[in-house]
């Protein structure tokens, strides 16, 4: 399913590789460094927020391994960087199969390089906004059971993708192909009532080509319909089952995150 889709284009920043760049990762290009500095100018706690996002990831995939779901469907998967899906769920549940899934050429470029021969996880390049060919996709069909619970993960990705029916349409079909147990993960870009700065990143990304959509907490809890959300519900980011107890200053990372159970 990758024939169509983009080559590497390194003149072209891309969501993948700038958030590298915000993780202090290597995979990224000048034109990729640029918008990173121009975002963390307008916004410096921008690197935190990436770290924090990451560190979430961690918490949840935890979270669902110890729940007993071992397959992880993770859509958006990213550029690998350290506590990749598959290592952290595998210390939790060593059986652990883990299918990565990204549009961009130079994630599942990597991927492939650090996934080599391990034959419990893969990735696909494609576009989570088409299900069908992604559940059809050789390696889903290979590692995922979808007739045993599987964790949905859609972190820190639905943010780049506009309203629309083809996105409702995409939530609504793996929301019908998985079965009772599985789980739906989200984090999402927010505004915590200060328009602003948001507003002028998602200015710098809408001339990147990969527009960024921030949504308020009643429109990305509409991402969860036809599921229910597992305690403490759709909350910031760092709030979201934290290792360490409560967290004073979570709105200041602009993230909403949320776990819910089919
Ligand atoms: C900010 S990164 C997040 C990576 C990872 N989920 C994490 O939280 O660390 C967003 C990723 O979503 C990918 N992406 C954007 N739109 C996508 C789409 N329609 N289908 C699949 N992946 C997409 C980008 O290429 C990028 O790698």
Known sequence: M?????????????AARIYDAYLGGTHNFAADRAVADRAAEILPEVPLIA?????LLRRIVRYAAARGVHQFLDL???IPT???????????APDARVVYVDLDPTAVLYARHLLGDDTQTAIVRGDLRQPA???AAPEVRDLIDLGRPVAILMIAVLHFMPDGPELDAALHAYREAVA??????????TTNGEPEPTARIAELYNRTGTPLVVRDAARTARF??????VEPGLVPGPRWRPDDGPVSDAERYLTLAGVAER
């Open 133 to 135: 060919a992604i559940l």
């Open 76 to 78: 958006g998967s990213g």
């Open 2 to 14: 990758s024939s169509a889709l983009s080559p590497i284009d390194p003149n072209r920043p891309s």
């Open 180 to 189: 009772p147990g599985s789980l739906l993960a989200i984090s999402h870009v």
């Open 82 to 92: 350290e506590n990749n899906v598959h290592q952290v769920a595998r210390e939790v």
């Open 51 to 55: 770290r924090a996002n990451r560190d």
């Open 224 to 229: 969860f319909e036809g599921w229910r959300l």
